[in-house]
């Protein structure tokens, strides 16, 4: 059986809301959508068990407590099946320095956002991935981020097209 959740206007400012500032209490989150706190707390847990929410989480300023390296890892793979692929994914998600991973179209297959403590740590995870043929990867290309410019900030939902709706199995 699925369950159904409409995504009509107070759905979308709690999805809207919490995405930017998700340490609001549920009274003041009930304040800014204009819903009783009873309602708003319902409807957030109803988006939460629908998938809506990843995970909440603090966008902690590295450069106030930590040395740090950021870079980009663009990876072309030596085999580009789905089984390879798939490994090669599986593999890259147990490294918690690569932070994302994404396919793309073009002459690379994925290309990750790194942190690492310094330069010798990033270039000691360039040499076991290229080292390895677990990793089974024909090309690496690191590009070092000199300067942050703009951080993400969330999306920007207010210029996207919604979804009115979204089905998820039904757990009662």
């Keep these: 059986m699925k369950k159904t959740i409409k995504i009509d206007r107070y759905n979308q400012k709690i999805l809207a809301i919490l995405h930017l500032t998700a340490d609001?209490?549920?009274?003041?989150?009930?304040?800014?959508?204009?819903?009783?706190?009873?309602?708003?707390?319902?409807?957030?847990?109803?988006?939460?068990?629908?998938?809506?929410?990843?995970t909440f989480h603090a966008d902690i300023n590295l450069e106030q407590i930590c040395e740090h390296v950021f870079a980009y890892m663009e990876f072309t793979l030596e085999d580009n099946s789905?089984?390879?692929?798939?490994?090669?994914?599986?593999?890259?998600?147990?490294?918690?320095?690569?932070?994302?991973?994404m396919?793309?179209?073009?002459?690379?297959?994925?290309?990750?956002?790194?942190?690492?403590?310094?330069?010798?740590?990033?270039?000691?995870?360039?040499?076991?991935l290229t080292g390895s043929s677990q990793y089974a990867i024909k090309?690496?290309?690191?590009?070092?981020?000199?300067?942050?410019?703009?951080?993400?900030?969330?999306?920007p939902l207010e210029k996207l097209k919604w979804r009115d709706e979204m089905k998820v199995d039904d757990e009662e």
């Design 24 to 54: 609001l209490t549920n009274v003041e989150l009930a304040e800014q959508v204009n819903l009783s706190p009873s309602a708003c707390f319902q409807r957030v847990k109803a988006l939460k068990e629908a998938g809506y929410f990843r």
């Design 82 to 101: 789905l089984a390879a692929r798939r490994k090669f994914l599986a593999d890259i998600h147990n490294i918690p320095e690569i932070m994302d991973c």
């Design 103 to 128: 396919q793309l179209s073009g002459d690379i297959d994925y290309i990750s956002f790194c942190c690492f403590a310094d330069i010798q740590a990033l270039n000691a995870m360039c040499d076991r």
């Design 139 to 155: 090309k690496l290309t690191t590009r070092i981020v000199l300067e942050r410019a703009k951080f993400f900030l969330g999306y």
